[in-house]
């Protein structure tokens, strides 16, 4: 029989999606249903002094949802318990577009009707935008390895200051979800996430729910990349008040101006090192201070935040480590998870300050990387030992080898350069959070001779659904067409953990993988009754080790690594940077699906093109100006570069069938290399991305 | 109001300044074309009108009066099971408005080059794919 790991066999939600049949959440035909809104702060720092709904408006026609009607706790569960579902008369407003009522009426005109005839008055304070001098911090992280020197004889030191901007996942489908009163006396949810089991949790609590009687279905989900990690929560127990004060269906679908103005973006960030080098290019030492925007509330900022810290140095080995990372408030709508999650904002950094310093010496930059590259046995900042599958070197050498010669330019205006970087990304969760969370998949053998995979893990466009089916098919010895994966639904799937962090395919894919095998051996060896179900959970290898005080450990239970060269054309005139090339080499342990890899490194890729060159948002008053997607710009087909990736397998031993998770890596290396291209092509060196056309005539002006 | 779509005629009541969007996931239930935007900038409701690719986001229901309406739900072309091998459709939120474009270039250009696709799919946003398996799928199609 030929296996599927391995072979890009066809998606299995490729037909649906193909024909327009696949069903997102605003396909959703139910009965009854009333359209929900959400009317939001239009200030960035006060307290509400009066809700006003106009006594000359037939409110009998709408329901209103104030914090009063909330039957449960006043939070969005997450980390810390500060973000209210809806913000209460009297309470605080730490950012604008911030929740504060939910309408719901039979048709979206009265519903526009009854959101003129609201007033919400307030008593304004004085707000903090500027990172840089905001006070109240969330979060700090401090790593140390060895120790820092101020002065060492013999030591050169670089210092530069790298800022990064903020950025919105775009998904083209917008967040949304329908609720319904259900048979348990509770509700369920149906909508576009990644995160069940997050959205089951916040539904509960705020809605005071039982396991059984909250009830969370994920719609076919049109993108997440991150931001339908946390948001998703929110939209959900809005629909699910509306749902329980109307004692109806409802509606609750934001429209593209509602998501790009209220819902999460990737952390800005200001990241200072400093390096010391001997002269002969031996590293000596790295001290690194890293600074994020939270914005209005904690969300995910810790964990973001970590991954930043530990991803600083990028994937070098260096004996004497200083890290210094904090996250800080402002008043600005809450930043959140986007694919790296941290990382692309440090290792961005990391990878100029690579440049900066070969610069100083003189010597090729290429040579520094390969000099101080991590190799297997080497230790990282935390103190992680590498013991396998270190991919740098392997990836350097892939994307060297394929880099085409950069030609000159025909028009003397456009100039062309090179660039490169090499990062990695640990996959799976952070330091003990494999281990705390535990996921859990179950596996049936049905009596058909069909096998079902039950798992939280949701399909968002990455091939989950897809990659299940082939890992389970071959470990059970069957085809694959006799494997498939039941729908997301909390009531029949168990918790196998939110689908982030580079998890799913190595974590949860490895518990699929185990849960199949054990079906298999269990079906040889008795005459067993079907339908079989077999549970498995994750539990953490002895060898690996973290200590959340002191920041030492295992960071990661493995790191995959990229090699990424970018070619790009400066328009010397228009300051316009356009990216014609790039080259990935990724260390993906193994391609599980080479052509479901290669269209998570390629899209990205562009990803963090976009990042680096065109996509800037600009705030006045703690607002996103730029917030409809006439002016926030995303690359289309015309701005995208040609993408060449190099799939590099270096088996991890725990890994399904060797594969490391590589679903974020690709967001980190382009920014970088991008830099280092315009560097090339004009002798500038930009300390901030997005590179748009005015940073890059300023550069070149001052220089 | 009445027009033809997906090559069987069809009748809506109602306001002709409705979007045709609206009209087409509320009214007849096609579902398979989305809205990413509202403003005609992702295409992602892209639908053909005889035979040209428009934003049915911005287009009046009163405006096809009498004309001859595609929606995915009506595309039959080799291209789809392209898009499926090629891995041009991730998400798939915006395969069907991509789908409905590549199929105006290949019957207009048999052969057409990267860049003419890359020109015919620049009104059509997707974020996962970075377009390359999307051009790879639509090329593999040329005759």
């Known amino acids: 029989m030929v296996t599927a790991v391995g072979r890009s066999v066809p998606r299995r939600d490729g037909a649906s999606k193909v024909t327009g049949e696949a069903r997102y959440t605003d396909d959703l035909v139910v009965p009854g249903a009333w359209y929900g809104q959400t009317v939001r702060s239009t200030i960035a720092r006060g307290t509400i002094t009066a809700i006003e709904l106009d006594p000359a408006f037939d409110w009998s026609r709408v329901v209103v949802v104030t914090a009063a009607d909330i039957p449960g706790d006043n939070v969005v569960q997450l980390i810390r318990d500060d973000q209210p579902v809806l913000a209460r008369l009297g309470g605080e407003i730490r950012h604008k577009e911030e929740p504060i009522l939910l309408l719901a009426a039979e048709d979206r005109s009265t519903l526009q009707e009854a959101a003129e005839h609201i007033r919400i008055q307030y008593a304004m304070q004085e707000p903090v935008f500027d990172l840089e001098r905001a006070t109240e911090v969330y979060t700090r992280i401090e790593i140390r390895k060895g120790e820092v020197v101020e002065v060492e004889e013999g030591v050169e030191v670089v210092t530069r200051t790298f800022r990064v901007g903020l950025q919105e996942q775009l998904y083209i489908e917008p967040q949304g979800a329908i609720a319904y009163p259900n048979e348990q006396g509770g509700m369920t949810v149906v909508g576009s996430l990644q995160c069940p089991y997050y959205v089951h949790r916040a539904l509960k609590r705020a809605l005071k729910l039982s396991d059984e009687q909250a009830i969370v279905i994920q719609a076919e989900t049109g993108g997440g990349f991150g931001g339908k990690e946390e948001y998703p929560s929110m939209v959900a127990i809005h629909a699910a008040l509306l749902a329980r004060k109307a004692g109806r269906p409802i509606r609750l679908i934001y429209d593209r101006h509602e998501d790009l103005a209220a819902t999460t973006k990737r952390h800005p960030g200001v990241i200072t090192h400093r390096t010391g080098v001997n002269k002969d290019g031996t590293l000596v030492f790295q001290d690194i201070d890293i600074l994020l925007d939270g914005g209005g509330y904690c969300t995910l900022t810790p964990v973001v935040l970590s991954r930043a810290a530990i991803h600083a140095t990028g994937p070098y080995s260096c004996p004497n480590v200083r890290i210094r990372a904090r996250a800080v408030a402002t008043n600005t709508p809450p930043n959140g998870a986007f694919r790296g999650f941290g990382a692309p904002q440090s290792l961005f950094a990391a990878e100029l300050m690579v440049e900066h310093v070969a610069e100083r010496l003189g010597r090729a930059s290429v040579d520094l990387r390969r000099r101080w590259m991590l190799r297997l046995g080497d230790t990282t900042a935390t103190g992680q030992k590498l013991t396998e599958s270190v991919g740098s070197e392997l990836v350097l050498d892939a994307a060297l080898k394929a880099a085409p010669h950069v030609g000159t330019s025909a028009r003397r205006h456009l100039r062309r350069g090179r660039g490169l970087s090499l990062v990695f990304h640990g996959s799976g969760f952070t330091g003990s959070g494999e281990k705390k969370l535990s996921g859990t998949v179950a596996m049936e053998a049905l009596a058909d001779g069909t096998f079902q995979i039950l798992t939280a893990s949701t399909e968002i466009g990455q091939g989950t659904r897809t990659i299940f089916c082939q890992l389970a098919a071959d470990a059970l010895g069957v085809a694959i067409e006799r494997v498939r994966v039941a729908p997301q639904d909390t009531s029949k799937v168990p918790d196998s953990g939110p689908t982030v962090a580079s998890r799913t395919a190595m974590i949860v894919g490895r518990l699929v993988q185990e849960a199949a095998s054990e079906i298999k051996a269990r079906l040889l060896q008795h005459k067993e009754r079907l339908p079989l179900r077999v549970e498995r959970s994750y539990i953490q290898p002895e060898s690996l080790h973290w200590d959340e005080a002191t920041y030492q450990g295992d960071a990661y239970p493995i790191y995959a690594y990229a090699c990424t060269i970018a070619d790009v054309e400066v328009d010397m005139i228009t300051g316009i940077v356009r990216v014609t090339d790039l080259i990935s080499a990724v260390d993906c342990g193994k391609a599980l699906h080479p052509v479901l890899a290669e269209g998570q490194i390629e899209g990205g890729g562009l990803q963090a093109v976009g990042w680096a060159t065109i996509e800037e948002i600009k705030m006045k008053d703690g607002a996103y100006q730029n917030d409809r997607l006439a002016t926030y710009l995303i690359p289309t087909a015309l701005d995208a570069p040609r993408i060449r990736t190099i799939l590099v397998e270096n088996p991890y031993s725990r890994g399904p069938f060797g594969a490391k998770g590589i679903g974020e890596l690709p967001m980190d290396g382009p920014a970088p290399a991008i830099v280092a291209a315009i560097h090339d092509a004009t002798g500038v060196w930009l300390d901030e991305i997005p590179a748009t056309p005015e940073k890059v005539l300023a550069a070149c002006a001052s220089r | ?143």
């Open chain 2, 1 to 143: 109001m009445r027009f033809t779509l997906n090559g069987r005629d069809s009748s809506v009541e109602g306001s002709g300044s409705r979007r045709l969007l609206d009209v087409l996931r509320e009214d007849l239930r096609h579902t398979g074309t989305k809205e990413g935007c509202g403003e005609g900038e992702c295409g992602a409701c892209s639908v053909l009108v005889d035979g040209e690719v428009v934003n049915s986001c911005l287009v009046a229901v009163g405006q096809v009066e009498g004309r001859q309406v595609v929606t995915i739900e009506g595309l039959q072309s080799p291209l789809q099971q392209a898009f499926i091998e090629y891995g041009a459709a991730q998400c798939g939120i915006c395969t069907p408005g991509m789908l409905l474009a590549a199929y105006v270039l290949l019957q207009r250009t048999r052969r057409p080059s990267e860049d003419d696709v890359r020109e015919a799919l620049a009104g059509n946003l997707c974020r996962c794919t970075g377009y390359t398996k999307i051009i790879e799928a639509v090329l593999s199609c040329a005759t």
